[in-house]
Structures are given as structure tokens and as C-alpha cells.
Nanobody, 122 residues
């Protein structure tokens, strides 16, 4: 059984926006940290943004600061990623994950969903 199910990916033009959503059977507040990661073709999976449920701290990768916003919708039990001013280099499969430690790092995420494809192209 997948831990998370991601949705919202699409083909979008540069400068456009997308909103990704991830949910699962377990309450998202039960995780110490939840976040978004991405993997572009030929590259390693990297962190995009995480939110610490314990103290509310939010991490953004430098490459997305000022353009992406992570949030939680407790009513829907989802973690969301609003992506604005998208660039071709944002093209990747985006995954939701819950790091098992104190850092927003993909190597400490135990299970992955199938991800959702985001393609930024004109």
C-alpha cells in the first residue's frame, strides 16, 4: 500500500502555475515532517520543500524560494505545493514523502508514492 498518493501534475507553459496535492490513509499531522521532492530525468531525487509539523518550520530549496509554497489542508488531510512562475528546469516527477529524521532529505524517506509528472515547456 502506498504511503502517499500525489496528484496535480500537468504540462504547463513557462511562467504558469500548478498546485500539487498529496494525501494518504494516515493523518498528515501524525508525521514529524512532510514534504515534496522531485526527480528530473537523469538526475537524483532532490528536496523541494518540507514542513515540520512539530514547530511549523518550513524549508524551501533555493531553486524554488519565492515561487513555491507548501501548505496543509487539514480538512482534506492533504499536503499541497503551490508552484508559481514555473520554469523549464522545474520539469520532473514530484513526490510527496515523510522524512524519518529532522532534515528535509530524500534519503531518509522510507516509502514513496508513484509521483506526479510536471512538465514545463512552451
Amino acid at each position: 500500500q502506498l504511503q502517499f498518493v500525489e496528484s496535480g501534475g500537468a504540462l504547463v507553459q513557462p511562467g504558469g502555475s500548478l498546485r500539487l496535492s498529496c494525501g494518504g490513509s494516515r493523518e498528515i499531522l501524525s508525521y514529524y515532517m512532510i514534504g515534496w521532492f522531485r526527480q528530473a530525468p537523469g538526475k537524483e531525487r532532490e528536496e523541494v520543500s518540507c514542513i515540520n509539523n512539530s514547530d511549523g518550520t518550513i524549508f524551501y530549496a533555493d531553486s524554488v524560494k519565492g515561487r513555491f509554497t507548501i501548505s496543509k489542508d487539514l480538512a482534506k488531510n492533504t499536503a499541497n505545493l503551490q508552484m508559481d512562475n514555473l520554469k523549464p528546469e522545474d520539469t520532473a516527477v514530484y513526490y510527496c514523502g515523510a522524512p524519518s529524521g529532522y532534515f528535509c532529505r530524500p534519503d531518509i524517506v522510507d516509502r514513496w508514492g508513484e509521483g506526479t509528472q510536471v512538465t514545463v515547456s512552451s
